[in-house]
Nanobody, 120 residues
Framework: QAQMVETGGGLAQAGDSLRLSCSASGRTFSDYALVGWFRQPPGKEREFVAAISRPGGSTYYSDSVRGRFTISKDNAKNTVYLQMTSLMPEDTAVYYC????????????YGQGTQVTVSS
C-alpha cells in the first residue's frame, strides 16, 4: 500500500497563499479512484478538505474551502496539489493526503502530513 508524502506547508499570514504537494511512493495516482486532502486542526478531528477523481478529474470541496482552495493533479509528475488562497487562521492544521481505490470504502495511505499555520 502506497504511503503518501505531503510537502509545502509552512507559516503564512491571513490572506496569503500556499501550495501543498502530495506524492505517492510506489504507486501512481491513476491507481486511485479518488485522491483527497484532509486536515486536522489543533484539538479537533481530521476533516475532509478536497478530492479529485481519476476519470475526468472531477473535484469536490468542503464548504469551508470552496472558492479558496483548488485541488489539481499532474499525472506526469505523479503529484496532486492543493492550492490554498485567501488563507485564514482557521485553516491552521496538519494537512494530509490519501487515496481511495475503486473497491475501497475509506481513504488510506495517509502520510506524515504537513503543518500549515496561518496567523492573523
Amino acid at each position: 500500500q502506497a504511503q503518501m508524502v505531503e510537502t509545502g506547508g509552512g507559516l503564512a499570514q491571513a490572506g496569503d497563499s500556499l501550495r501543498l504537494s502530495c506524492s505517492a511512493s510506489g504507486r501512481t495516482f491513476s491507481d486511485y479512484a479518488l485522491v483527497g486532502w484532509f486536515r486536522q486542526p489543533p484539538g479537533k478531528e481530521r476533516e475532509f478538505v478536497a478530492a479529485i477523481s481519476r476519470p475526468g478529474g472531477s473535484t469536490y470541496y468542503s464548504d469551508s474551502v470552496r472558492g479558496r482552495f483548488t485541488i489539481s493533479k499532474d499525472n506526469a509528475k505523479n503529484t496532486v496539489y492543493l492550492q490554498m488562497t485567501s488563507l485564514m487562521p482557521e485553516d491552521t492544521a496538519v494537512y494530509y493526503c490519501a487515496g481511495r481505490g475503486d473497491h475501497d470504502v475509506h481513504y488510506n495511505g495517509y502520510g506524515q502530513g504537513t503543518q500549515v499555520t496561518v496567523s492573523s
